[in-house]
């Protein structure tokens, strides 16, 4: 069974930093590409970041500069540093696995996790 696991979460304010980690268990880490997802107040789910097992990375426009996407596949980890944070960029932040291709897109993805909350203040 695979689980997803996301923690890292908190509230700071505007210019803040935190650091996203997903550990994922279950399957073969490294055959897959995985990513960060989001969803905002009034808004639908988006895509963050994602990493593919090369360590290939594509970033939503507006977090580029300031998120980094990064895996240790010894410890089956992603992370998420996310640096400058800004009010907007306040949501539930869900690690996403077992993506069949690079992508921003939720459909590639197969497995989830419960998300970690993301309270950036102005």
């Known amino acids: 069974q695979v689980q997803v696991v996301e923690s890292g979460g908190g509230s700071v304010q505007a210019g803040g930093s935190l650091r996203l980690s997903c550990v994922v268990s279950?399957?073969?880490?490294?055959?897959?590409?995985m990513g960060w997802f989001r969803r905002s107040p009034g808004k639908n789910r988006e895509g963050v970041a994602a990493?593919?097992?090369?360590?290939?990375?594509k970033y939503q426009d507006s977090v580029k500069g300031r998120f980094t996407i990064s895996q240790d596949n010894a410890k089956n980890t992603l992370y998420l540093q996310m640096n400058n944070l800004k009010p907007e960029d306040t949501g539930m932040y869900y690690c996403?696995?077992?993506?069949?291709?690079?992508?921003?897109?939720?459909?590639?993805?197969?497995?989830w996790g419960q998300g970690t909350q993301v309270t950036v203040s102005s």
């Open positions: 990493i593919d097992r090369d360590g290939v990375t």
């Open positions: 279950g399957y073969t880490y490294s055959s897959y590409s």
């Open positions: 996403a696995a077992g993506g069949r291709a690079l992508g921003l897109y939720h459909g590639y993805y197969d497995y």
